[in-house]
């Protein structure tokens, strides 16, 4: 509706910069170059502290086998599962149930985790994706399966059954496993890559505590009473402009009704449309006067705060208290968090951002990326690496909790690869080894999006060395079968972020060379996708 686009647009106006999401230095990136040259300085040690590691530590493949997939609705279901659990072989389970729907010779994976919902470990078979149309998984809980797996699954059948429902038909589903699971060691050259992962992505520390508490629209917690008292009494004594909440109510309200409509179903008259009408271009008219009021004392407010702060002797006795009891009960907002940065101290405020994790409200709410730019920002300028790294990645993934997201979104949204590039960080090494999965990862080892990686990769500099890797990685036999999948969707989300399209092309013609390397039953499924 319009009265949601005037709120949009008066959003972006109040949180963004005219160059993009962030404000851009003189140095073409998102942060100053006395921050980078910090930040670089970090780096050089990192790298340095890398090469005289011992790398000692054997990383090993996401568990994966070989198996089929089949459903099986309406119809003679019972008899399929108990055929199944007779361990009914997979040809006599094709002639004996022709109508089940058959998926052969799928790439599968084996994970566990833990659902905090019904307290339960779960282990989950999940085939891997080559398409939207081919999504098949199998969870059961650890208990249940547990001497499953202890043995070998060959030959076997793992299953779910559903019963009819007023909602779904009586349904099996199941793998049969034409292999066990295996999960071998990685070569050295790709463990150095995670490792030197590790050695920058500091696996010791998180960006927000454990006690952190969620914030942002969607959450309305009452702000503690000095903190209240302080923002109302700058704001007063600085005259800041109020919103026109009742007119913003009004068109709302005017909004909700469908002038396409006929006159007789909309109950309104023709002269009454007419002064709803010029209700509504008055209220507009409202709305854009308190933009370019508001617009004016945001641009006077910074210097009208520190001759305040220095005027005033109320100022930093009120602001400090409202800072010791934010301490306590660990609430803030931004405008807040933006005094106590100014006229406290940058680590106070990192400290009050990393106790408050945003959660989206929609698709067009940037405000946890905002929440992440600042952390990334202040750590940066106080060099917390281990925060600014942490924080930047989750900017670069778009590693948020939102409400919902939709695609129409995302595009917006950048990856700011080039902010890592001028720190001296192999940034290709980086990428890949927070891409490789592995069964048994560091503790708190960072593992980025294929999908947003992709996009970032196809941003750098160092293009021509990507394209190269990523293509050996895929035609490696000593990789195991996962990782090459996983390299593959890296290329080719990569290649599709291209602008160039002739380059595209070409890229696509060597993708499809480096796929003929792959396993048969991989190989095939993917150039059938295609």
């Not at 994966?64 to 997979?90: G, H, M, P, W």
């Not at 803030?332 to 101290?345: A, C, K, L, M, P």
């Amino acid at each position: 509706m319009k009265t949601k686009l005037i709120l949009v647009l008066l959003f972006w106006n109040f949180s963004f910069s005219q160059n993009g999401e962030f404000e851009v230095h003189s140095n073409g990136l998102i942060y100053s170059e006395q921050s980078v040259t910090k930040l670089k300085h970090i780096v050089d040690s990192l790298n340095l502290k890398f090469r005289v590691c011992e790398f000692n530590k054997i990383f090993k493949s996401v568990s994966q086998a070989r198996a089929n997939y089949i459903s099986l609705e309406k119809s003679k279901v019972i008899d399929a599962k108990k055929d199944i659990d007779n361990n009914i072989s997979f040809d006599e389970f094709l002639k004996k149930y022709p109508k089940a729907k058959i998926n052969k010779n799928r790439l599968v994976i084996k994970s566990s985790y833990f659902n905090d919902y019904d307290d339960k470990n779960i282990i989950r078979v999940s085939a891997v994706e080559y398409s939207d149309r081919d999504r098949f998984n199998i969870s059961k809980e650890e208990n249940e399966v547990k001497s499953f797996f202890q043995t070998s699954v060959k030959g076997k059948w793992l299953y779910e059954y559903h019963k009819k429902t007023e909602y779904s038909y009586e349904s099996i589903e199941a793998f049969y496993f034409e292999e066990d699971f295996l999960s071998k060691p990685l070569a050295s050259k790709y463990s150095r890559l995670i490792q030197y992962a590790d050695c920058m992505v500091d696996t010791t520390s998180q960006v927000f505590y454990g006690t952190a508490r969620e914030s942002g629209r969607m959450y309305y917690d009452t702000l503690p009473k000095k903190y209240s008292k302080f923002v109302e009494y700058v704001n007063d004594v600085l005259k800041k402009p109020n919103f026109p909440y009742e007119d913003f109510d009004v068109l709302y309200g005017m909004d909700t009704l469908n002038f396409d409509k006929p006159w007789k179903k909309l109950r309104i008259s023709k002269k009454e449309k007419i002064k709803i009408e010029e209700r509504r271009k008055l209220v507009e008219d409202n709305f854009n006067r308190f933009q370019v009021k508001y617009n004016a004392w945001e641009d006077q407010r910074i210097s009208r705060l520190d001759s305040l702060k220095i005027n005033d002797n109320n100022f930093m006795p009120m602001l400090i208290e409202a800072f010791e009891e934010s301490k306590t009960t660990k609430s803030s907002d931004d405008e807040f968090e933006e005094y106590v940065g100014r006229y406290i101290s940058k680590e106070a405020v990192l400290e009050m951002k990393r106790n408050r994790r945003v959660i989206g409200g929609c698709s067009m709410d940037q405000s946890p990326r905002i929440h992440a730019f600042n952390i990334a920002l202040l750590s940066a300028e106080t060099t917390k690496w281990e925060i600014f790294l942490r924080s930047h990645l989750n900017i670069m993934n778009d590693r948020f909790d939102r409400v919902s997201d939709g695609s129409y979104a995302q595009e917006g949204r950048k990856t700011y690869i080039k902010e890592l590039e001028v720190l001296d960080i192999n940034v290709l090494d980086l990428i890949i080894g927070i891409s490789l999965r592995v069964e048994n990862p560091s503790s708190n080892h960072y593992y980025g999006s294929i999908n947003r990686i992709g996009r970032a990769l196809s941003e750098s500099k160092f293009r021509n060395e990507i394209e190269i890797m990523l293509l050996d990685m895929i035609k490696d036999n000593e990789l195991d079968d996962y990782n090459r999948v996983l390299m593959y969707f890296l290329f080719d989300n990569y290649n599709y972020s291209i602008e160039d399209k002739n380059l595209q092309k070409v890229n696509k013609i060597k993708l499809n060379e480096a796929v003929l390397k792959l396993p048969e039953y991989i190989s095939s499924k993917i150039q059938t996708e295609n």
